[in-house]
């Protein structure tokens, strides 16, 4: 078992772009969320899949961000438009559907800087 | 509105002795709470979980105890090494496999 891929893991861009990072969650787990973390402060829910269904958003979530797991496998958020405010660590995380506890495994994030 | 508190931004504690870190929620809802370790330029790492019908989970070093009246919950590290200084989490949620709320972290540091 693998555990919670992310790619890339660094990616500096400048204001404008667009951005589009990739989670490859644990093999059989069929929920995975994105949160976002910034400097000094705890992760913070974005959105989250049940297989390829995007079950919530967050008001987080504005309309230049968006989500994707088109066949219930990896998932892909995009981000058009990007701001100097977007820079934050962006973390993938997934968990298996057991019926019983539920833990959500996280991977190593994506540390966005906007120039 | 934070719903998760971690009130204490950092500890310091001999090696050997015990970690103790604090949790408060205010949503009456969270029915399950988590506490991660994170390193520097890491994903945040399982520790343990509770879940509201127990007021006690152990696992190895790690102890979490969960006061639901006082809307509480404290992590308890013993003994503390070197190894385990880093920032902890506390999230909860309204049941298992929903979104985590996590309070603003603690960062340990564990002397020699």
């Known amino acids: 078992d693998t555990g919670v891929s992310q790619d890339p893991r660094h990616k500096i861009t400048k204001r404008g772009q667009n951005v589009t990072f990739r989670c490859d969650p644990i093999s059989e787990h069929n929920r995975l969320y994105w949160y976002r973390q910034t400097l000094g402060q705890g992760p913070e829910f974005l959105t989250y899949?049940?297989?390829?269904?995007?079950?919530?958003k967050s008001r987080l979530l504005s309309d230049r961000f968006s989500a994707e797991r088109p066949k219930g496998s990896f998932s892909t958020l995009e981000i058009q438009r990007t701001e100097q405010g977007d820079s934050a660590m962006y973390l993938c995380a997934s968990s298996p559907r057991t019926g019983g506890v539920e833990t959500q495994y996280f991977g190593p994030g994506t540390r966005l800087l906007v120039l | 509105d934070q719903q998760v508190k971690q009130n204490s931004p950092s500890l310091s504690v001999q090696e050997g002795r015990i970690s103790i870190l604090n949790c408060d929620y205010t949503?009456?809802?969270?029915?399950?709470f988590l506490w991660y370790k994170k390193y520097p330029a890491e994903g945040p790492t399982f520790l343990i979980s509770?879940?509201?019908?127990?007021d006690k989970n152990e696992d190895g070093r790690f102890t979490v105890f969960l006061n639901k009246s006082a809307k509480h919950l404290s992590l308890h590290i013993v003994p503390s090494q070197p190894g385990d200084s880093a920032v902890y989490f506390c999230a909860a949620s309204p049941w298992t496999g929903n979104k985590l709320t996590f309070g603003g972290g603690t960062r340990v540091l564990v002397k020699p």
């Open positions: 899949f049940q297989n390829e269904a995007q079950l919530e």
């Open positions: 509770i879940s509201s019908i127990k």
């Open positions: 949503n009456s809802m969270f029915d399950y």
